[in-house]
């Protein structure tokens, strides 16, 4: 029998997805479940969007520019431009999703071998990317107990050597929700400078900030403009995960024109997805507000829930719409499984995703689980009532955590 490749063999699971078909059976039985695992807002989208999707009248659905409609990224200027980050539509490359503006910057930039320099716990398809490019994903670890801050300069030097090309930051976090200070954008701006590396930034979640802190792009950072490739995407901002709309930008004219041949490769990005993406932002600010009101108060309704339960701790996500958080338990898979495939209170049940597929460094995070607020305030309560009594009935808890 012919055999799978090293790449098929060494691709992780999705540590959000893995646990999906046990979701199903618990359904199949009756239960409900309560997704804390998947970042799919549930709230909707823009109404402009769907009234553009409606209105379509052409008689073909024609193929795109490979780099995305003219129209699309001619509105994207002015939208950057809102949070000071200024670009022409020629540093604008439309991709399929985020996740493929992800993956050709790396196809792009990187040589197989090539290493990568990311701060864990990460966005797990991160490691996917990098496996299909033939890229090594080298990890520094941020721990629960500082809040997930960035650790020293001096620990990103250890790991730099002659394979490394780049930093990969994620900013605001997922999974962490954290939100990298001024501070710390500078110390990787340094790093990025001094070695000449590249700085592949994830900024899709700008829009949820909830701390008095600036948003600090990786667009902001002088003296590194050729370095930079910002990733950007719709889903998250407009509730429109179905749309896969994302972008690549860069101001470095040879990483584009790599990119370019990528994407002349897999033809076009989808045509009524930028059509829905592009009347997006034409949404009101009163939609925007209600979205990031919504958002604030589901943080706050999660996080002191979380905390209220013995033994488990969470820190307070400064972004987006996750937080990690520690159980009582060794190993938060098993307890996720078991949620699934055994436990139930009246008839109802959580899924949750396990915090270790988001490391790369072997035992880290086994206690600890990934929670996004995408449920409205009534569903989240319940869903932490469920938590609670699982805790409460699980047989592998552990000491209560201090």
Known sequence: MPQISIRGIEMPESPIRKLAPLAQQAKNRGIKVYHLNIGQPDLPTPVEALQAIRDIDREVLEYSPSQGNLSYREKLVKYYAKFDIHVNPEDIIITCGGSEAVLFAFLSCLNPGDEIIVPEPAYANYMAFAISAGAVIRTITTTIEEGFSLP?????????????????????????????????????????????????????????????????????????????????????????????????????????????????????????????????????????????????????????????????????????????????????EDFCMWCLEEFSFEGETIMMAPASGFYTTPGIGQDQVRIAYVLNKEDLERALLILRKALEAYPGRTEENP
């Not at 730099?160 to 200070?181: D, V």
């Open 152 to 332: 020293k300069v001096e620990k990103f030097e250890e790991l730099i050597n002659e394979r490394t090309r780049a930093i990969l930051i994620c900013n605001p976090n997922n999974p962490t929700g954290y939100l990298y200070t001024r501070r710390e954008m500078h110390q990787i701006r340094d790093l990025v400078k001094k070695y000449d590396l590249y700085l592949f930034s994830d900024e899709v979640y700008r829009e949820y900030i909830y701390t008095g802190s600036p948003y600090i792009s990786a667009c902001h950072l002088e003296g590194i403009e050729q370095n930079v490739v910002l990733i950007d995407s719709v889903s998250k901002r407009y509730s429109e995960c179905g749309l896969r709309i994302g972008a690549l930008i860069t101001k470095n004219l040879a990483v584009r024109k790599a990119v370019m041949k990528f994407c002349q490769a897999r033809l076009s990005p989808p045509l009524i997805g930028q059509i829905a993406a592009e009347a997006s932002l034409d949404a009101t600010e009163e939609y925007s507000r209600n979205v990031y009101d919504e958002y604030v108060e589901r943080r706050k309704c999660l996080i002191d829930g979380l905390n209220r339960i013995p033994g488990v701790y969470s820190p307070i996500p400064m972004g987006a719409f996750y937080t990690v958080a520690k159980l009582p338990v060794k190993n938060s």
